[in-house]
C-alpha cells in the first residue's frame, strides 16, 4: 500500500450521503467507485475512515490497483487526509501463516488534495503502521511468542529505533524481588522476562512510563480456564504489543519527551510446581497478597512493573491491559475502560479517544473498590471474592502500586476482533496505540 497527495489513478473513489440503511456500502459507477456514507446528520469522523476501507477492499474485489480519493469536503482538508489514510493503511493489514501465500498486487491510493499535507500524511503513515506492527506481536501464536522470544524482539527494536533497552531474566527478577511474576510463572517451563526499553531525546521535556500487561499465554493456571475462554488467549500479552507499537510512533514522530516502557512477558500454565491457590506472596513494594485464584494473574505482574516504574518518578504513567473479563460486560467491545488519579490526564485521555476513534469510558475508582481488595491474611487479595465491580477492584488493586499520576486502561473489551469490520481484520487490532500516541505528543 501506497498513499500520496496528487490525483493520478483512472478511477475515482467517491463518498457521498444517503440513506441510512445504505451506510458503507459500495458500488461500480461506471469505472469510478461510489461508496455511501449513511445519513448527513449521523455523520462522525470515523465514518471516512470507514468508507476509505471499504473502497479500498471494493476496490480490491474489483481488480482495481490504482484509485483516486475524493474527499468529501465536509471536514478540515488536513483532517479528511488523516482519516483516509489512516482507514486505508488499517485496512491493508493482514496476519496470516497459512503455507500458500495469496499474490498479491501493490495497491497504489492518491488523496485528491492540496500537496502541503504531507506532514499530516506522513504522521498518519508512522501511527498506523506502528498499530500493525502492534497487531502483527499480538497475533503470534504463543508456540512462538514465548517471554524469550520478546526479549530478543525487544532488543532488535530498541537498535533499529536507537534506544536503551534492559532484559532482566528469571534469576535478576528473583533478586529484585518481584514475586508477582515468579508467581505466575512458576506452573510454565518458560521462564519469565522483564524488558526495560527507554526513549530518551537530548531535547526531553518531561518523562512518561508505560507499562504493559505480557501474558504471552494464560492457561488461567490451576483455576483453568475453560476451552472457549483459553482459544484467545495467545492475546492476553496485547498490552505490552500496544506499548511497544507506542514505542514505535514516538520514536519515529521524534517527540520531545521521555518515555521509558516496563513490560513483564510471563506464560501462565498450571504446571507442578504451579501457584496455588491460597499463596501469600511478598511483591516488589513489600506489600504482600494472598491469591485466591490463579486466573487473576495480570494484576500480579503489572503490579511489580508499576511499583518499579513508580520508583522513577515520572510526570504520569499509562498502564494498558486485557484485565478483566467484567470491563467488557460493561462496556462491551466499544470502549476502553479508563480509571485515573488524574482528572487532567482523564480528560486528555477522552479527547484523544474521540479524535482516534479509540475510545475511553471513564471508570470510577472509589474507596469502597479498595476495601474490597483487603485480605484478612495479607496486605491484599488479588480477588475481592464478590460477583461484582470486577473492573473496579482490579483497578483499585493497581491503585495501590503507584504514587504519581496514573492512568489505568482496560482493553479486555477491545483487544480482539471477531466480526467483519471496516477497516480491521479478524484478530489483534492494535486498538490504544494511535490513542496513546496522540495523547503524549500533547504532554
Known amino acids: 500500500m501506497r498513499v500520496y497527495l496528487v490525483k493520478k489513478a483512472k478511477s475515482d473513489a467517491r463518498f457521498v450521503f444517503g440513506e441510512k440503511r445504505k451506510k458503507f456500502s459500495a458500488k461500480m459507477d461506471g469505472k469510478n467507485i461510489v461508496v455511501e456514507l449513511g445519513e448527513r446528520k449521523d455523520f462522525c469522523d470515523d465514518d471516512l475512515r470507514k468508507a476509505a476501507a471499504v473502497a479500498y477492499r471494493f476496490a480490491k474485489g474489483q481488480e482495481i490497483y490504482e484509485l483516486n480519493f475524493i474527499p468529501p469536503r465536509i471536514l478540515k482538508p488536513e483532517r479528511e487526509v488523516e482519516l483516509i489514510a489512516e482507514g486505508l493503511y488499517l485496512a491493508d493489514y493482514t496476519f496470516s501463516m497459512k503455507s500458500e ?20 500524511l506522513k504522521r498518519a503513515t508512522i501511527l498506523t ?36 533497552v534492559k532484559v532482566y531474566d528469571k534469576k535478576q527478577i528473583e533478586k529484585m524481588d518481584m514475586n508477582g511474576i515468579l508467581a505466575v510463572s512458576k506452573g510454565s517451563s518458560n521462564p519469565p522476562v522483564f524488558v526495560e526499553i527507554s526513549y530518551s531525546p537530548k531535547n526531553a521535556k518531561k518523562h512518561v512510563v508505560l507499562v504493559g500487561k505480557g501474558l504471552t499465554f494464560d492457561s488461567g493456571g490451576l483455576d483453568i480456564k475453560n476451552a472457549e475462554q483459553m482459544e484467545d488467549m495467545k492475546l492476553d500479552k496485547t498490552g505490552a504489543c500496544v506499548v511497544f507499537g507506542v514505542l514505535r510512533a514516538v520514536a519515529k514522530l521524534k517527540l520531545p519527551l521521555k518515555v521509558s516502557a516496563f513490560l513483564p512477558f510471563v506464560e501462565n500454565m498450571p504446571g507442578g510446581n504451579a501457584t496455588k491457590p491460597g499463596d501469600i506472596i511478598r511483591l516488589y513494594n513489600g506489600k504482600t497478597v494472598e491469591i485466591l485464584n490463579t486466573d487473576a ?20 504513567i499509562v498502564d494498558v491491559a486485557t484485565l478483566t473479563g467484567a470491563i467488557s460486560i ?24 474521540e479524535k482516534t476513534h479509540e475510545r475511553v469510558w471513564l471508570m470510577p475508582l472509589f474507596k469502597e473498590y479498595g476495601d474490597m481488595m483487603k485480605s484478612d ?49 479478524k484478530g489483534a487490532p492494535g486498538i490504544g496505540v494511535r490513542l496513546i500516541s496522540e495523547v503524549i505528543a500533547t504532554a
Open 297 to 316: 494473574e495480570g494484576r500480579l505482574v503489572l503490579a511489580d512493573a508499576l511499583a518499579f516504574a513508580n520508583e522513577r518518578k515520572p510526570d504520569f
Open 377 to 425: 491474611f495479607a496486605d491484599l487479595k488479588n480477588i475481592s471474592g464478590k460477583k461484582e465491580a470486577g473492573a473496579c477492584t482490579a483497578a483499585a488493586f493497581l491503585r495501590e502500586f503507584v504514587s504519581v499520576p496514573w492512568v489505568h486502561l482496560d482493553i479486555a473489551g477491545v483487544f480482539n476482533i471477531k466480526e467483519n469490520h471496516p477497516y480491521f481484520s
Open 330 to 353: 460493561a462496556l462491551g467491545s466499544h470502549a476502553i475502560g479508563m480509571f485515573s488519579t488524574s482528572d487532567e490526564l482523564a480528560c486528555k485521555f477522552m479527547e484523544a479517544g
Open 129 to 164: 503502521e506502528a498499530q500493525n506492527y502492534a497487531r502483527s506481536l499480538a497475533n503470534l501464536p504463543p508456540v512462538i511468542a514465548t517471554p524469550e522470544f520478546f526479549a530478543n524482539e525487544a532488543k532488535k527494536f530498541a537498535n533499529e529505533l536507537g534506544m536503551a
Open 101 to 120: 501465500k495469496e499474490k498479491e498486487n501493490e495497491f497504489f491510493a492518491y488523496i485528491d488534495t492540496d500537496v502541503s499535507y504531507a506532514q499530516v
